[in-house]
Each structure stands twice: as C-alpha cells, then as structure tokens.
C-alpha cells in the first residue's frame, strides 16, 4: 500500500484493459453470475477502443466459445477474407508463393478482416447490458498488496501531478479497487504486468519473451483498386538480412485498406530505423499500385509479443492472472492473437467463478493455468513454436523451409520435428554495437505515399497532457549521451515509430537527449529495445496517448 490516503472500492473482480482479453473475461463473469457477481473493468484509452491496434484479420474462434450468436448481435464483424495471397519481394518485383504447400493453420478461410477497436467498442456495449462497469481514461498506476502479499487490486484515477512530481492543487489520489482477483489485460508489455511478473517470478524457466514492432495506416483507395475480402502477406524486401518482419494489406469495406508492417525487435543492427523501412516498403510497385491516387487517414504503431509457447510465463499468481497479450499469446506465423486473448479471458472468468463461488479469494488460480496449458490456446501455440527461433537464428529462407516442415508435422501428428527451440537472447541483448555495422541511407518521404514520423503521428490523434512528468522514465539520465550514443549511435532516435527521443546537437554545446513524451503512442518498443533497458514505460494520467478511431 502507498502512503496516500484513499477511498476504496470492493468488487469480486477487477479487471485492467478493456481489449479483447479483458472484456472477453468481464462478459464471461456475467454470463456466469449475473447480478450476483460485481465485476469493474479500467482503461487507459479515452475511450473504449482508443488504444487498440491490431491487424487484424480475425480468427472468429475466441468470439464463438464466447458469444455464439454474435452476428445476430451485429457485431463489426462483417468482411469475410475472399482471397489469401503470399509474396517474397524483391526491390522491384515479386515471387508469389503458391498456397497449396502452407500447413491449413495458415489458411485464413473463415476469418474476417475487422477493427478490433471496433470490436472492443461492440464487446463493450454488450459487456455493459450485462452490468459491467466499465471506466475509461482511468490508468491504473500501482498493484495494491494484502498483508499475506497477494495483489488486492490497483490504484486508479490519481490526476494533478505536476512536472515535478509535486502534487498540483487540482490533485486527485485516485482510488483503490479491491478484487478477490485481479485481471491484468493491458496488452504486450502492461506496466502493472510487469511489476506482477518481477514481483511472483513469473518468467523463472521460461525463454525470454520476443517482441515485433507493428506499424499501420488505414488508407482509402480508389475503388477501382479495391479488392473486398483480399489479404496480402509479403517477407522480403525492404529488411533483406537486416532484420527479421514482414506486412500485410487488408481490404475492408468503404474502399478502405489496412496496411501494416512488422519489424522483429531482435535486429542486431542499431542503424536500422523500422519507421522508414515501413515507408520505403509502401513504393514497391505491388504495394504501390494499390495505394497511389488514394489518401492515408489514419496512422499507429504497437509492440507484439512474439515468443510464444516457450515465452510464455506463469499466468496465475496469488490474487491475480496475466491475460491475452499481456502474458504473449500470438501465434507468429498467423499474426494473429486476438482469438486466443479472447479464450483466455473466457478461461480465467470460469476458474475466478468457481474460486469465488467456493468462498475462496486471492489465492492462485491454478484452474486456469491448467486450462491455457491444455487447451486450444495451448494447441494453437504449441505447434507454431519454431518458426521464430529459426527465423532469428537461421533467418528467412531456414525459417520458411524448416518452419514449414515442423508446422506439417505439427499438424499431421501433434508433435514437432524440432521439439522446443530456446530464443537465446533478449531483443535489447540483441543490439550490436554501431562499429560493428554500416548506417543505412533511407530515401526522403515523398509525402504521397510515404511521410515523416511526425505529420503521420498526427493521424494517431495522440494527447497527452503536458502538465504531467513524463511517463517515459530514464533509470540514469546520463545513459543516453554518456553511453548508447557512442556505443549504439542511440538507438531510441530511430527505433521508436513516434519520434519521441532526439538528440539535440548544437554549435558550441554538448550533445543533449530529448524526451518528446506529448508524442508517445504507447507502443512500448523503447522499453523493450533500450541496449542499455534505461528507459522505462510507465502509464500517463488517464486517457493519454493516441485515439484510434476504427484500428
């Protein structure tokens, strides 16, 4: 407990995310229990929605254990995928890898191209019918511990620090929401998670955990260049051997395209700014020739877990559970997760419905490790486990042919031919030194197909406000200038997809860091990629960062 004096609330369950995994686990709660159990759900986002981007080509799975008759409920989930198409690129043209030979895991019949905000929003609506509580724009900045050392729940709302840390005189201290569990939904790196994971050793004896960097623009096209349904998969260029990651472009309804592009945070290479190898990728002619006569409308960027079934840290601990992306629950190759975030929701609602129904409260949820680690979430992970240790260290080609065979053999007999791969090293363990590399020259945005970091970061409609410390927090404010710079070239100028770190050289003085916070999309790569892990991610005041609107 903090020393600040605060009200308290009492719930059975306090649920921290309203994306896919939280809401999921809110719904189940009620459809369970009804009025008899009290659950609350909190979110950073301004709204429901705000801070969700994904894809996202949907597996509709997780939302059919979850709510059978979603489509007679209207969910926005509507454009079937017609069409799957695969492409190794070149600078200046293409290969299309035939589908027949990809495991069926791979094939996207049956999934739907979506929003996820959307969806959240729709879950949402639903989740509240049911009488759920659900809080926007409240971050939850701290666990509160019970005297045996369980989490008893968070802290939330607490508004009016000022810069300096001191308290303003508008200031709030938020409250304290107790739960005889508490579910930590906030998605890939969650602040809270990760005191959760430190605090109870949740990754002891696991690999650790891998990370992408996804950045996406929704454009419109003409209508003559859209294709309703069509998804398109590439690997190639522009990374070539420079890094691991790949795209995707997603034709949804309203003449609207997805596209998006992935960067693996292991890249050794600290020259390599994954921003602009986004925006050069954007002028290959397949891409290119769908996007040119059409306009950009919105812009984000997110980390993605990526260790999978070998990363995958406990999930339970004494009061509490990790859900969905906040444990690492992607499967790599499919890029997708939002099913099984859903499933795990789902599964931790049915162990904390019984636990409370048997009088018991803030112990361990074994029930629910149980059921992710024999379920589907565990079927799905398992059998992808490989592909992205032999990508990391065997690159592209071993991966698809190796990835390919262990992912059949999966598949026809349950077991893999690689057994479990390890991962080796962390993505900031990954980064060489700057000696060791040649920088690389990125062509200037031509401001029709691609653009700077900053105008794109305007069409994230990110907020903060200014009169906050800021929530990206340096252990050692000499590291930057005293070491990542002359070792690493400092990375954070070109790794984070916001344009939040600079260093300002000028005449006559020393080289000085700059922490341009207001510009912060959440995303969390800073905190996973820092060669030196200095920077540290923590939650704004509630409902900063960016406002997607359909992500």
């Given at each position: 407990?903090?020393?600040?004096?605060?009200?308290?609330?009492?719930?059975?369950?306090?649920?921290?995310?309203?994306?896919?995994?939280?809401?999921?686990?809110?719904?189940?709660?009620?459809?369970?229990?009804?009025?008899?159990?009290?659950?609350?759900?909190?979110?950073?986002?301004?709204?429901?929605?705000?801070?969700?981007?994904?894809?996202?080509?949907?597996?509709?799975?997780?939302?059919?254990?979850?709510?059978?008759?979603?489509?007679?409920?209207?969910?926005?989930?509507?454009?079937?995928?017609?069409?799957?198409?695969?492409?190794?690129?070149?600078?200046?043209?293409?290969?299309?890898?035939?589908?027949?030979?990809?495991?069926?895991?791979?094939?996207?019949?049956?999934?739907?191209?979506?929003?996820?905000?959307?969806?959240?929003?729709?879950?949402?609506?639903?989740?509240?019918?049911?009488?759920?509580?659900?809080?926007?724009?409240?971050?939850?900045?701290?666990?509160?511990?019970?005297?045996?050392?369980?989490?008893?729940?968070?802290?939330?709302?607490?508004?009016?620090?000022?810069?300096?840390?001191?308290?303003?005189?508008?200031?709030?201290?938020?409250?304290?929401?107790?739960?005889?569990?508490?579910?930590?939904?906030?998605?890939?790196?969650?602040?809270?998670s990760k005191q959760a994971i430190a605090k109870f050793g949740l990754s002891e004896g696991r690999e650790p955990q891998k990370y992408g960097l996804g950045m996406k623009e929704i454009w419109e096209v003409k209508p003559e260049k859209h294709r309703l349904g069509q998804v398109t998969h590439?690997?190639?260029?522009?990374?070539?051997?420079?890094?691991?990651?790949?795209?995707?472009?997603?034709?949804?309804?309203?003449?609207?395209?997805?596209?998006?592009?992935?960067?693996?945070?292991?890249?050794?290479?600290?020259?390599?700014?994954?921003?602009?190898?986004?925006?050069?990728?954007?002028?290959?002619?397949?891409?290119?020739?769908?996007?040119?006569?059409?306009?950009?409308?919105?812009?984000?960027?997110?980390?993605?877990?990526?260790?999978?079934?070998?990363?995958?840290?406990?999930?339970?601990?004494?009061?509490?559970?990790?859900?969905?992306c906040a444990a690492g629950m992607v499967n790599v190759p499919r890029i997708k997760g939002n099913h099984n975030a859903m499933l795990s929701g789902k599964a931790a609602a049915e162990a904390a419905f019984a636990a409370i129904a048997e009088g018991r409260g803030g112990d361990v949820l074994?029930?629910?490790?149980?059921?992710?680690?024999?379920?589907?979430?565990?079927?799905?992970?398992?059998?992808?486990?490989?592909?992205?240790?032999?990508?990391?260290?065997?690159?592209?080609?071993?991966?698809?042919?190796?990835?390919?065979?262990?992912?059949?053999?999966?598949?026809?007999?349950?077991?893999?031919?690689?057994?479990?791969?390890?991962?080796?090293?962390?993505?900031?363990?990954?980064?060489?030194?700057?000696?060791?590399?040649?920088?690389?020259?990125?062509?200037?945005?031509?401001?029709?197909?691609?653009?700077?970091?900053?105008?794109?970061?305007?069409?994230?409609?990110?907020?903060?406000?200014?009169?906050?410390?800021?929530?990206?927090?340096?252990?050692?404010?000499?590291?930057?200038?005293?070491?990542?710079?002359?070792?690493?070239?400092?990375?954070?100028?070109?790794?984070?997809?916001?344009?939040?770190?600079?260093?300002?050289?000028?005449?006559?003085?020393?080289?000085?860091?700059?922490?341009?916070?207001?510009?912060?999309?959440?995303?969390?790569?800073?905190?996973?990629?820092?060669?030196?892990?200095?920077?540290?991610?923590?939650?704004?005041?509630?409902?900063?960062?960016?406002?997607?609107?359909?992500?």
């Amino acid at each position: 407990m903090t020393e600040t004096a605060r009200e308290a609330m009492e719930y059975d369950v306090v649920i921290v995310g309203a994306g896919p995994a939280g809401l999921s686990a809110a719904i189940r709660l009620k459809q369970l229990g009804g009025d008899d159990i009290s659950v609350v759900v909190l979110e950073k986002g301004s709204e429901v929605g705000a801070h969700i981007l994904s894809g996202a080509v949907l597996d509709p799975s997780g939302l059919d254990a979850l709510i059978p008759d979603w489509k007679e409920r209207g969910a926005p989930v509507t454009t079937p995928v017609t069409e799957d198409r695969f492409y190794m690129l070149g600078e200046a043209g293409e290969i299309r890898i035939p589908n027949l030979p990809m495991p069926p895991l791979m094939n996207n019949h049956g999934a739907y191209i979506v929003s996820m905000a959307n969806v959240c929003r729709w879950m949402a609506e639903h989740a509240e019918e049911l009488g759920v509580e659900i809080f926007p724009g409240m971050s939850c900045s701290e666990l509160v511990y019970g005297e045996d050392g369980a989490v008893k729940g968070v802290v939330a709302g607490e508004f009016g620090i000022e810069k300096d840390g001191s308290k303003g005189d508008g200031y709030e201290p938020g409250m304290e929401l107790h739960g005889k569990y508490v579910f930590l939904a906030e998605g890939v790196r969650g602040s809270l998670s990760k005191q959760a994971i430190a605090k109870f050793g949740l990754s002891e004896g696991r690999e650790p955990q891998k990370y992408g960097l996804g950045m996406k623009e929704i454009w419109e096209v003409k209508p003559e260049k859209h294709r309703l349904g069509q998804v398109t998969h590439t690997m190639g260029w522009p990374l070539g051997g420079n890094a691991g990651g790949g795209s995707f472009m997603y034709h949804l309804e309203n003449n609207q395209v997805y596209v998006g592009f992935v960067v693996h945070l292991n890249y050794k290479n600290p020259h390599l700014f994954p921003y602009m190898e986004f925006q050069r990728f954007k002028h290959h002619p397949l891409i290119a020739e769908v996007l040119e006569g059409g306009k950009r409308v919105a812009y984000g960027a997110r980390a993605i877990t990526e260790g999978g079934w070998q990363s995958l840290p406990k999930l339970a601990f004494p009061g509490g559970a990790l859900l969905g992306c906040a444990a690492g629950m992607v499967n790599v190759p499919r890029i997708k997760g939002n099913h099984n975030a859903m499933l795990s929701g789902k599964a931790a609602a049915e162990a904390a419905f019984a636990a409370i129904a048997e009088g018991r409260g803030g112990d361990v949820l074994a029930e629910y490790e149980d059921d992710v680690r024999s379920g589907p979430i565990a079927k799905d992970l398992k059998r992808v486990r490989n592909v992205k240790p032999l990508w990391s260290k065997y690159g592209l080609v071993a991966s698809l042919i190796g990835g390919g065979v262990d992912m059949w053999t999966a598949n026809l007999t349950g077991f893999n031919l690689f057994g479990t791969m390890g991962h080796g090293k962390s993505d900031a363990e990954a980064t060489e030194k700057a000696s060791a590399h040649q920088p690389i020259d990125y062509p200037r945005p031509d401001g029709k197909l691609s653009f700077d970091r900053l105008t794109n970061v305007a069409f994230s409609f990110t907020n903060h406000e200014e009169n906050q410390p800021a929530h990206l927090h340096l252990k050692d404010a000499s590291v930057p200038i005293g070491v990542n710079l002359p070792t690493y070239a400092e990375p954070a100028q070109r790794y984070c997809p916001a344009g939040v770190y600079e260093v300002i050289s000028e005449e006559g003085a020393a080289p000085r860091f700059q922490i341009n916070a207001q510009n912060c999309v959440h995303c969390k790569t800073c905190d996973i990629k820092d060669p030196s892990q200095n920077i540290e991610w923590r939650t704004p005041q509630g409902g900063g960062g960016p406002n997607y609107p359909n992500m």
